[in-house]
């Protein structure tokens, strides 16, 4: 997480966008992106991460393209260099068969200033500076690209445009913790945005294959590794991990290219995000066939989709996104693949037929493993709805019978952190208590106010609801009632200084 004083510089390079007129706030982020994404480039050019290997560097013939470089040149230099030769640089990076050099080739640089490029670049630097005192003092960042742009995405909310907002990174890690995705997975976010899952899975992967006397326990109780280069991997895995692990969708053009620079920052050579929509007849046509053995995904809800664009496979759902976006993850999925997603708790108990069959293919098509709620404020200050992780495993399709047995149920009253709009890191970390619950789950057979396991032989088929709220132990408040004589006792002395207290009244008159 950023510190506070990182953010306050970020919240001055953003005010700086805004009041020198790049006041469309996707395009304030994109832009910023682009620096970031140049600043890191440099450091991420000497070696592989992944594979820990010198690489030869991107930079040869282009030397003027690195920061270290163009950052020192005065004003006016700086944005001719950026124009003229920085900018064309990161366009073509990785050859123009790949996803990068397609989604950035048309790509525009909106900063025509030249104090705009200068002062944001020194923002930048000092940021960095920042980081790098931080991580000195045993800060541990594993996403600067992402934390950065969290913060900046606040902006958009509170603006009321685009709707876009990341998924808080704790609450990545903690997800890509109960699924344990590894190595040999083929893994895929069918909404990725940044890129939020797709890199908390690739180091989710690195942990594992990292010894434990080189993690790290992080501010939320969840271990890390302290370096990606300390994961052993065989040559075989490390190409596997750099090329062929990770798979992404996005609707929005800025959120691949951002997913794209993301992932490259972090080691992934040849990253796989893609601008599709993953609702649509063309996404059925082209990547149906295409399935995966780990999905995990936080997709858009509260929104309805164009009828005019909706795959066949999917009208018979209606037109809600948080259905439709369940429907397509299950279909998907390999059988034996398993996914965790995030979805508004209205999915769960909604009376509406289409939400009722949708409950239904997930019990039938799968097996709901476990339903975690969430405490209504996770996703402040974007939103305030409450949601669920859903955790299941892809069984067959089309069947006629119940391949869910046993559901597990937690609850999360906190993540960590104040539930406000200002989100401030608590001393608990009730996250790494829940990832040992759900791991011993199969111990657990004693139902408590905050876990329990359900039979489907215990869910109602008539409705088919599957929220926390309905299945939970309310525990009733009872209170002490004294005997009826003693309550009659203390009546009758009452009203008996009543009486006397009237009479002296009636005497005083």
């Given amino acids: 997480m950023l510190t506070q004083e990182i953010r306050n510089k970020v919240q001055r390079l953003w005010n700086m966008f805004w009041s020198r007129g790049i006041t469309n706030p996707i395009t304030a982020i994109e832009q910023i992106s682009y620096l970031l994404f140049i600043r890191r480039l440099e450091e991420v050019d000497e070696y592989d991460n992944v594979t820990n290997v010198k690489k030869k560097s991107i930079f040869k013939g282009h030397e003027m393209c690195l920061w270290s470089r163009f950052s020192t040149l005065p004003p006016s230099d700086m944005l001719e260099c950026y124009q003229n030769e920085v900018f064309p640089f990161i366009k073509t990076l990785n050859g123009e068969d790949e996803p990068f050099a397609q989604y950035m080739s048309d790509a525009v640089n909106e900063i025509s200033q030249p104090n705009l490029l200068f002062d944001s670049v020194n923002i930048i630097n000092s940021i960095y500076s920042d980081i790098e005192r931080d991580k000195e003092q045993g800060q541990h960042f594993q996403d600067v690209q992402g934390d950065i742009y969290e913060y900046l995405i606040n902006e958009i909310a509170t603006s009321g445009k685009n709707g876009q907002f990341r998924t808080p990174r704790h609450i990545i890690q903690f997800i890509c913790d109960l699924i344990s995705p590894d190595v040999n997975d083929t893994i895929c976010d069918p909404a990725c945005g940044t890129g939020g899952f797709l890199l908390g899975a690739l180091q989710s992967v690195l942990t594992k294959h990292t010894p434990a006397n080189k993690r790290k326990e992080d501010e939320n109780g969840l271990w890390r590794y302290q370096n990606s280069s300390d994961a052993i991997l065989n040559e075989s895995e490390k190409e596997k991990v750099s090329n062929s692990l990770l798979f992404g969708f996005d609707i929005d053009k800025t959120m691949v290219r951002i997913g794209l620079m993301n992932l490259m920052l972090h080691g ?46 999917l009208v018979e759902y209606g037109k809600k996104s948080e259905l439709l976006f369940l429907i397509r993850i299950i279909s998907m999925l390999k059988i034996g693949g398993r996914a965790a997603v995030i979805v508004p708790d209205g999915v769960l108990f909604s009376t509406g037929k289409k939400a009722k069959s949708v409950r239904e293919k997930l019990l039938k098509d799968c097996s709901l493993n476990a339903v975690i709620s969430l405490p209504s404020g996770v996703f402040k200050p974007y939103a305030g709805v409450k949601t669920s992780i859903l955790l299941f495993t892809k069984v067959e399709d089309g069947s006629s019978d119940w391949h869910t047995n046993d559901i597990w149920y937690y609850e999360l009253s906190s993540d960590g952190y104040s539930l406000d709009d200002n989100r401030r890191k608590l001393t608990e970390n009730p996250l790494s208590a829940a990832l040992d619950k759900f791991q011993n789950r199969d111990k657990l ?26 299945y939970k132990i309310y525990e009733e408040e009872r209170e002490d009632f004294r005997p009826p004589h003693e309550l009659m006792k203390d009546i009758m002395s009452l009203e008996k200084n009543i009486m006397k207290d009237l009479q002296k009244l009636n005497g005083m008159i």
């Fill in 445 to 470: 057979l004693k139902k408590t106010k905050q876990y329990f396991h359900l039979s489907i032989d215990e869910v109602n088929k008539r409705t088919l609801e599957l929220h926390f709220d309905k």
């Fill in 268 to 313: 992934i050579a040849h990253p796989r995000i893609e601008r599709m929509n993953t609702l649509s007849s063309l996404f059925y046509t082209q990547k149906e066939h295409q399935k995966y053995s780990v999905i995990m995904a936080n997709p858009p809800f509260t929104g309805t989709v164009s009828m005019e664009e909706l795959s066949e496979d």
